[in-house]
């Protein structure tokens, strides 16, 4: 319990003093932001601040947040760190940066923002890796909530249903215009992601019975997974998270002032992190020990959620836990084909003030994400092998996106040496993103000290190209 407590402290620590560090490292003004000088009605569209903050939250939370903290949770206490220092020194400096160089080329995605500072091939890349993330994003946001809402209601509505219905709700939040959908949802939504992981919280602390296990740096997983890289890459969304880096351009194509961007990109993750440190904390006292939890997590992630709402706070907790299970994960997965549709009319060069070409690209995305929910829905590992992709495919996206900051910074003159606040976490998950593709069953299945030392030299080698590219920067 004391682990827990301080834990919140250290990120609120975090958001007052690191996030004023990264603040003055990117050093905001008051030229005019994408949202005033390109306004279209449609995504460059200028919002209130508290506004734009939680549709940052919902965009880059949902049930990321959830499911990956529980799942984390199977490695025990442990995970608690990740989170907090994961968010403070990572996460929030990624989201932040992201939205705040996005801000500055008018709104551009992360893949152009790669072809930018890291070539023409990068862009590339980035480009079609970006869409896949979002597509994989967009698809286990859809099967989470079908699959709950299939065990919910009567049998003619089953998970294929659902998926349908969730679909064609995408199809209208990505083609309307951001503020007459989504603008005037997620501030509501925002409140019940907030609201549901406060009353849990309160349920396990004053309830009696249960206990939250001080932080131990011991590996607690029931099969022996090591934390290394595999806790790194499970819980994704709750520390460092590549997805926001497709989320925080959207955002910052409506903020009207440089200068909010400390309280809407960096806070939105620490308030993340403190979503994710309730349910890892909810996961590893309600359950006893990390082996009932995997257990119960074999049974899906929904499943554990709601199981975990109920019991802790009775028919509210039920209320509470099959809207947030239904409703968050949808409110990623509709700006997830959002984010891909803008990244391919950067690509296409298309005009999406037309309603035509924003739906020549939404139509193949939306089939697309179908195809792959489809799969997930009729196997019946399904969900956890496009998770494992996603996420793979997410902390990979971080990496780049932090290195793409890294070389924002580096040119941009002011500061050089704060660059090391992108290129140390960008090193860090350089080594998490090389080591599990390596080793994981989805990747090359590597043993783990070839893994490893592959891993760390990929790491060691990417650092050693930016102290060269310091060094030279510094001698001009």
């Known amino acids: 319990m004391i682990s827990l407590l301080i834990s919140f402290a250290v990120l609120i620590v975090g958001y007052t003093v690191y996030g004023r560090v990264t603040e003055k490292v990117f050093s905001p003004d008051d030229r005019p932001t994408p949202a005033v000088s390109r306004a279209d009605g449609v995504d460059f569209v200028p919002m209130k601040p508290w506004k734009a903050f939680l549709i940052q939250l919902l965009n880059i939370a949902g049930t990321g947040p959830i499911f990956g903290a529980l799942m984390g949770a199977v490695f025990g206490p442990v995970v608690f760190l990740w989170i907090v220092f994961g968010s403070i020194l990572g996460g929030a400096v990624h989201d932040y940066m992201s939205g705040m160089i996005s ?13 930018t500072y890291l070539g023409k091939g990068a862009r590339l890349i980035m480009r079609v890796f970006s869409v896949v993330l979002l597509v994989l994003c967009g698809t286990v ?11 919910l209601t009567p049998f003619w509505m089953n998970g294929t249903f659902w998926a349908i219905v969730i679909l064609i709700y995408y199809l209208l939040a990505t083609l309307l215009p951001i503020d007459k959908l989504i603008g005037k949802l997620y501030p509501v939504f925002g409140v019940l992601l907030v609201v549901m992981a406060a009353a849990v919280l309160g349920g396990i602390i004053f309830s009696g019975s249960y206990t939250i296990p001080e932080i131990t740096l011991t590996d607690l997983h029931p099969q022996g997974t090591p934390i290394w890289p595999y806790m790194f890459i499970t819980v994704a969304c709750g520390a460092v998270s590549g997805f926001h880096a497709t989320q925080s ?3 910052a194509k409506c903020i009207t002032s440089e200068k909010q961007g400390r309280s809407i990109f960096y806070g939105a993750m620490i308030s993340e992190a403190v979503i994710a440190l309730v349910w890892a904390a909810a996961g590893v006292s309600f359950y006893g020990t990390t082996q009932l939890l995997s257990e119960a997590l074999s049974g899906g992630a929904s499943s554990v959620v709601y199981e975990i709402s109920k019991g802790v706070l009775g028919n509210l907790g039920s209320v509470l836990a099959v809207a947030g299970v239904v409703v968050c994960p949808i409110t990623s997965g509709d700006t997830a084909f959002r984010s891909a549709r803008l990244i391919l009319a950067e690509s296409f060069r298309l005009d999406q003030k037309k309603l035509i070409n924003r739906l020549y690209i939404t139509i193949p995305l939306l089939v697309a994400g179908g195809l792959l929910t489809w799969f997930a829905v009729v196997n019946d590992n399904g969900f956890q092998v496009v998770w494992r992709y996603f ?7 971080a990496m780049i996106a932090l290195w793409v900051a890294t070389a924002y910074l580096l040119k941009k ?8 606040l992108t290129a140390l976490p960008a ?12 080793m994981a069953k ?7 000290p070839i893994a490893y030392t592959l891993g760390a030299a990929a790491a060691i080698a990417a650092l050693c190209v930016y102290i060269f590219f310091l060094i030279r920067k510094n001698k001009e």
């Open 103 to 115: 801000s500055r080329h008018d709104g551009a995605s992360i893949a152009e923002l790669s072809g």
């Open 427 to 438: 090193t860090f998950m350089t080594a998490v993103s090389i080591t599990y593709i390596l």
């Open 442 to 448: 989805e990747g090359l299945r590597l043993g783990q």
């Open 391 to 397: 996420s793979w495919s997410n902390q990979t996206l």
């Open 249 to 251: 351009p959207m955002i």
């Open 141 to 151: 946001f859809v099967t989470s909530p079908a699959e709950l809402l299939d065990e």
């Open 413 to 420: 003159g002011r500061y050089r040496f704060g660059s090391l």
